[in-house]
C-alpha cells in the first residue's frame, strides 16, 4: 500500500535550471495538492487539483506550474529555480467530498536546493 | 481569506507537566485537522474534529473544537519525551477542497 510516491527525494539545482517534481497516488483520489515547507511557515498551498482535469492556484503559485496528467499524478515544475524556492515541497491527496469529514494525505517529501 | 495562527510557536516542557497549544482561525469551518511531524519526516495526522464541541483523544494527547471562538485546543497530559515533534493544526477552507496551515509548534520535551 504505497499511498502517495513523490520524486525525487533530493535534489540540488543551479539558478535558472528547471525541473519537475513527480506525485502519484493510488487511492483513488480526486483531490491532490502541492505544498511547501519552510521554517516557521507552516505549510502553504501552491497549486491544488480538485478532479482530474483542473488545476488552481493556492497562496504562493508564482515561479511554478503543475500538470494533472490523470487520476493518479500531478506534477509540480519550476521552469527556472531561484534561490527562494529552496524548501521542502510535499505531495498530497484527499477524499475531501468522498467521504465524511475526508483527510489529507501526504508523501515523504521532495527536499529542493537552488544554489 | 482564511488565516490560521497556532500558539505557542516553541514549548519546551519538562516531563510530566501538562501544557495547551491553541489554535485560531478567522472565517467559519467546520473541519479542523491536528497533525504531527517528527524532524526530515512527513506529516502524520492525529486528530479530524468535524463539529462544534468535538473532542478526541489519544494517550497524552486531547484535541477540542469550538467552531463559535474559532479555536481548538491541543492539550498535552504528562508530556513524556517522545511527545517531542513540530504539531500543526489545519483548517478546511472553500467549499472544504482546501487545507490551511498554521505556522506549527515545535514541542521540546525535556527530561
Known amino acids: 500500500n504505497a499511498g502517495v510516491t513523490q520524486t525525487p527525494k533530493f535534489q540540488v539545482l543551479k539558478t535558472g535550471q528547471s525541473m519537475t517534481l513527480q506525485c502519484a497516488q493510488d487511492m483513488n483520489h480526486n483531490s491532490m495538492y502541492w505544498y511547501r515547507q519552510d521554517p516557521g511557515m507552516g505549510l502553504r498551498l501552491i497549486y491544488y487539483?480538485?478532479?482530474?482535469?483542473?488545476?488552481d492556484k493556492g497562496e504562493v503559485p508564482n515561479g511554478y506550474n503543475v500538470s494533472r496528467l490523470n487520476k493518479r499524478e500531478f506534477s509540480l515544475r519550476l521552469e527556472s529555480a531561484a534561490p527562494s524556492q529552496t524548501s521542502v515541497y510535499f505531495c498530497?491527496?484527499?477524499?475531501?467530498?468522498?467521504?465524511?469529514?475526508?483527510?489529507?494525505?501526504f508523501g515523504e517529501g521532495s527536499r529542493l536546493t537552488v544554489l | 481569506e482564511l488565516k490560521v495562527e497556532q500558539n505557542p510557536l516553541f514549548l519546551s516542557m519538562q516531563e510530566g507537566k501538562n501544557y495547551t497549544i491553541y489554535c485560531n482561525y478567522s472565517t467559519t469551518s467546520d473541519r479542523l485537522y491536528w497533525y504531527r511531524q517528527d524532524p526530515g519526516k512527513s506529516l502524520e495526522s492525529l486528530f479530524v474534529?468535524?463539529?462544534?464541541?468535538a473532542v478526541k483523544q489519544e494517550g497524552r494527547l486531547m484535541a477540542s473544537l469550538d467552531t463559535k471562538a474559532r479555536l481548538s485546543t491541543l492539550h498535552i497530559t504528562a508530556a513524556v519525551h517522545d511527545l517531542s515533534a513540530t504539531y500543526f493544526c489545519?483548517?478546511?477552507?472553500?467549499?472544504?477542497?482546501?487545507?490551511?496551515f498554521g505556522a506549527g509548534t515545535i514541542l521540546r520535551v525535556k527530561s
Open positions: 474534529l468535524l463539529s462544534n464541541g
Open positions: 498530497a491527496s484527499s477524499d475531501f467530498g468522498e467521504a465524511v469529514g475526508g483527510e489529507l494525505f
Open positions: 489545519a483548517v478546511v477552507a472553500e467549499y472544504g477542497n482546501k487545507l490551511v
Open positions: 487539483s480538485a478532479s482530474e482535469g483542473t488545476t
